[in-house]
């Protein structure tokens, strides 16, 4: 069955980076964009980008250009979520999800369990 | 970007009820529309997409009609699990956005 297994909660100071995982199992790897969406504390859903994993292409919501970088490794099956210079205001249950293939692009059908980012000095 | 304002932002209902939580967008999105479910400490679950289509093991008691600005998602018959905060988000253009979420709660 299809999997998204995120990497464990986090603490971090501010002005560090974060990194984290999303390996995928249960589907060709390849096949479907990966797409990070964050949500702080009682707070809605904010889309952060996406990533090709057959290519790499990558596309940020504006608001995370110049600062969030998403990756992929094909040979682990795992995408990357890399976020430098972390704020206070960063601190959120950061998720992976998948999106569908065919014309409801743009909809995520399978979600990692999330994964808590902390930012405290 | 795309502006969605769901309503209410919270609803009391009663099991056995029939509730309807409305997604409105600040400009047309035709169908380019999906709904999710979330409780507590969970990830999102996808309910609905292309604004009416029903994802594949989701209970036919939810539903959705809409088009253009204005959408609406239907529980038939509300059940205890269902009580969950649900979010409509856009599928019309980049960036993605989603609505600020609707709490439908026991009354």
């Known amino acids: 069955q299809v999997q998204l297994v995120q990497s464990g909660a986090e603490v971090k100071k501010p002005g560090t980076l974060v990194k984290v995982s999303c390996k995928a199992s249960?589907?060709?790897?390849?096949?479907?964009?990966i797409h990070w969406v964050r949500q702080a504390p009682g707070q809605g859903l904010e889309w952060m980008g996406w990533?090709?994993?057959?290519?790499?292409?990558?596309n940020y919501a504006q608001k995370f250009q110049g600062w969030v970088t998403m990756t992929r490794d094909t040979s682990i099956r795992t995408v990357y979520m890399e976020m430098r210079r972390m704020k206070s205001d960063d601190t959120a249950v950061y998720y992976c999800?998948?999106?569908?293939?065919?014309?409801?692009?743009?909809?995520?059908?399978?979600w990692g369990q999330g994964t808590l980012v902390t930012v405290s000095s | 970007d795309i502006q969605l304002t769901q309503s209410p932002s919270l609803l009391s209902a009663s099991v056995g009820d029939r509730v309807t939580i409305t997604c409105r967008a600040s400009q047309g999105i035709s169908s380019y529309l999906a709904w999710y479910q979330q409780n507590p400490g969970k990830a999102p679950k996808l309910l609905i997409y292309a604004a009416s289509t029903l994802q594949s093991g989701v209970p036919s008691r939810f539903s959705g009609s809409g088009s253009g600005t204005e959408f609406t998602l239907t529980i038939s018959s509300l059940q205890p699990e269902d009580f969950a905060t649900y979010y409509c988000q856009h599928l019309n253009n980049y960036p993605l956005t989603f609505g600020g979420g609707t709490k439908v709660e026991i009354k």
């Open positions: 999800a998948r999106e569908v293939v065919g014309p409801a692009t743009g909809v995520f059908d399978y």
């Open positions: 990533i090709n994993p057959n290519s790499g292409d990558t």
């Open positions: 249960g589907y060709t790897f390849i096949g479907n964009y």
